[in-house]
């Protein structure tokens, strides 16, 4: 059976991102916010997995897509507050960029395979 990197990668990004929250200081609100959007890219790519259509599936990763962007976005402003370092920062930032780039493929395919 072939390897899931979208599972992967997503489990990977809010484990670290818990892990992150648990370990810097910034504000709470914004420690809530990049939480909450990496575990939701984490729930849509799960449910993705037993989407009851194609359909549904595309509706599923398109929403972690947007969830990763939000990520992406909090992360940049952990960075540039100084909460976090630049490696942390880019560590994060490209584990972000793996998911954007499958996600966007399984949308292209499934969006292909609905025609």
Excluded: V
Excluded at 13 to 42: D, G, H, M, R, V
Excluded at 63 to 71: G, H, P, Y
Excluded at 75 to 81: E, G, H, I, P, V
């Amino acid at each position: 059976m072939p390897k899931n990197y979208l599972l992967k990668y997503s489990d990977q990004l809010a484990t670290k991102i818990e892990l992150l929250c648990q370990n810097i200081k910034a504000p709470s609100n914004l420690l809530f916010q990049i939480c909450k959007s990496s575990n939701s890219i984490y729930a849509n790519i799960r449910e993705a997995n037993y989407g009851q259509s194609k359909a549904d599936m595309l509706s599923k990763f398109e929403i972690a897509l947007k969830e990763r962007s939000e990520t992406e976005g909090w992360l940049r402003l952990l960075f540039n507050t100084n909460a976090i370092d630049e490696e942390i920062y880019k560590n994060h930032r490209n584990l972000c960029g793996r998911i954007r780039r499958l996600l966007i493929a399984s949308c292209k395919t499934l969006k292909e395979g609905t025609k």
